[in-house]
C-alpha cells in the first residue's frame, strides 16, 4: 500500500459521506427532483463496488419479465465504454447494433444474452433514455441496471445485490473501502438478494448483520455455469494445465467457481474491472499463462466479448453463468406484483 494513504483515505472517505447524506437527505426532503415514469421500474444496484452478481440477476429479471408479457428495456450507465457521456441503442430487443467498447462490456452482454426478449440503452441519463424507449421502442417495463444510488428516476421495486463473499466493502466508504454510501442506506431497499452463498460458509451472520438496517424480504441466491464456450474456431475441448484470467469486480469469485467445476489452475491473472483488451494485453496474458504451463484458457463471459477480434494462440473458452434463486417462485411474485401494481 502507498505509505501516504492511511494519512489521506480516511478524511476522504469522511467527506465522501457527508456529501453522500446530504444527497440522500436532499432528495428525502423534495429538494431534489425525482421523475416517475408511466411505466414500472424494477432497479437492481448495490452498496458496494465491484462484482456482486448484478449483471446476471438484470439478465434473470429482463427475461422473466420478458417471458411474462413485458415489452423490457434495460437502462444502463454503460461503464468501461468509449464516449461514456453519449446515449447509445445497445439493442432494440432484436438486433445488436454496437460493439463492447461502444456499448460497454456489459452492456453488450446484456445485449447478446436478451437478443429476441430486451432492449438495451447505454446512457447516462436513464430519464432521457426511458422517455425515448417508451416513445420508440414501446417498452413497457424497465429494468435499471445499478440503480441503487440514481434517485432521480423512481422505482417501483428497489432490490440490491449483497455478495454473500465481501459483504460489506470493507466497512468503509469510498475511497478507503468499498462502500458507496452507510449500511443504513440498505432502509431504502425493497428486497434483498445475498449472491454467491454457495462460496460461503457463514450465511446466517450476513443475514443478522442485514437485519440491522431493513426488515425488507431478503432472498439467497447462487451462480451456476451456463454454457463453456470456445472462442478459437479450431478450439473444442479445454486442454489441462489450465489458467484462468479476468477483469471483473470480484476476480476471486471466478476463479473459486472454476475450482468448484473441477479445475486446478496452473496460473490465474486478475485485471482491473472493465478491463480493455488490446493485441499486445492478451499475448503477454498468454505468454504468461504458457511459462506456468498452461495448454489452454478460461475466462469470463464479460471479458470473452472483447476478445473476439483479437488473435488467440492459445485456446480461450468462456465462462458463461446464470443466476439461480432460491425461492424462485416468491421473488418472481414479488416482482410481478410490482409491475401490475
Not at 65 to 84: D, K, Q
Not at 246 to 253: H, K, L, R, V, W
Not at 255 to 261: D, I, S, Y
Amino acid at each position: 500500500m502507498n505509505p501516504v494513504a492511511p494519512l489521506v483515505l480516511p478524511p476522504l472517505s469522511a467527506l465522501y459521506g457527508v456529501i453522500t447524506r446530504t444527497r440522500l437527505s436532499m432528495y428525502r426532503r423534495g429538494a431534489f427532483k425525482t421523475t416517475k415514469l408511466t411505466q414500472p421500474v424494477i432497479s437492481v444496484g448495490n452498496i458496494t463496488t465491484g462484482g456482486t452478481g448484478k449483471t446476471p440477476l438484470v439478465e434473470w429479471i429482463a427475461r422473466m419479465l420478458a417471458n411474462n408479457g413485458c415489452t423490457v428495456a434495460v437502462l444502463t450507465r454503460g461503464y468501461g465504454r468509449e464516449h461514456p457521456n453519449e446515449r447509445v441503442l445497445v439493442s432494440d430487443g432484436q438486433a445488436v447494433f454496437s460493439t463492447p467498447e461502444q456499448a460497454g462490456d456489459e452492456a453488450f452482454l446484456q445485449a447478446t444474452s436478451l437478443k429476441g426478449l430486451a432492449a438495451v440503452i447505454s446512457d447516462p441519463n436513464r430519464i432521457a433514455a426511458a422517455l425515448d424507449a417508451i416513445k420508440h421502442l414501446h417498452t413497457t417495463c424497465f429494468v435499471l441496471d445499478d440503480g441503487f444510488q440514481h434517485l432521480r428516476l423512481a422505482r417501483d421495486l428497489d432490490i440490491v445485490t449483497i455478495d454473500a463473499t465481501k459483504p460489506w466493502g470493507g466497512g468503509r466508504l469510498l475511497p478507503e473501502g468499498r462502500l458507496r454510501e452507510p449500511l443504513s442506506g440498505l432502509e431504502r431497499a425493497d428486497c434483498i438478494v445475498i449472491t454467491r452463498v454457495d462460496q460461503v460458509t457463514d450465511l446466517v451472520s450476513i443475514q443478522q448483520k442485514l437485519r440491522e438496517f431493513t426488515n425488507c424480504r431478503i432472498f439467497t441466491s447462487r451462480m451456476n455455469t451456463r454454457a463453456v464456450t470456445a472462442l478459437n474456431d479450431a478450439a473444442t475441448n479445454i486442454e489441462t494445465p489450465l489458467g484462468v484470467f479476468c477483469g471483473i469486480g470480484n476476480p476471486q469469485s471466478f476463479f473459486t467457481h472454476v475450482k468448484r467445476e473441477g479445475y486446478e489452475p496452473v496460473f490465474k491473472k486478475a485485471l482491473r474491472d472493465h478491463q480493455p483488451y488490446s493485441q499486445q494485453l492478451i499475448d503477454s496474458i498468454i505468454n504468461e499463462a504458457e511459462l506456468a504451463g498452461s495448454r489452454s484458457l478460461l475466462t469470463t463471459a464479460k471479458d470473452a466479448v472483447k476478445l473476439r477480434s483479437l488473435n488467440l494462440r492459445l485456446p480461450v473458452f468462456s465462462l458463461d453463468v446464470e443466476i439461480s434463486i432460491d425461492d424462485e417462485a416468491a421473488f418472481k411474485q414479488l416482482i410481478l406484483n410490482a409491475v401490475n401494481a
